[in-house]
């Protein structure tokens, strides 16, 4: 699916060095940060993942056959904690690498998610019809706000 595509292609540019590595010498707390924004990416995949099995998932916005509406652990707060879990990993290394271009692709992962999660929303009020109460109770990626 061509989301899924995006997505990884946005997330490994970011990632990559394409024009060598910085210079690491004055950028302790920058690295700091990003550490801490890696962790916490992880954290929250790996709470993602301990509540909805991963026979329950696909990287594909398509619901896998037989699905269950997961509303415990980090979706009792937000539908889409492994999109915020991408977020947060993808800006990292933003920190390192204060590049324009790789703001631009953040921004383009963030409207590939954002198109993903409404794809995936659909899909999911067709198959479960308690979802529509589940979006009035719960915000879609970023706890609290959106």
Not at 71 to 76: K, S
């Amino acid at each position: 699916m061509i989301y899924v595509f995006f997505q990884f292609l946005f997330l490994i540019s970011l990632l990559a060095p394409w024009f060598g590595l910085p210079d690491f010498s004055h950028a302790r707390p920058l690295i700091l940060c990003a550490a801490v924004l890696g962790i916490a990416a992880l954290a929250l995949f790996l709470w993602s993942l301990s509540h909805n099995r991963i026979h329950n998932i696909g990287a594909s916005p398509i619901p896998v056959k037989g699905n269950r509406l997961i509303q415990t652990g980090p979706y009792r707060f937000i539908r889409h904690p492994m999109y915020l879990a991408a977020l947060i990993f993808g800006i990292a290394p933003i920190f390192f690498y204060a590049e324009p271009w790789r703001l631009a692709l953040y921004l383009g992962l963030g409207i590939v998610l954002h198109f993903k999660a409404n794809y995936e929303e659909r899909l999911l009020l067709q198959r479960h019809p308690e979802y529509a109460d589940y979006q009035k109770g719960s915000k879609r990626i970023i706890p609290f706000v959106l």
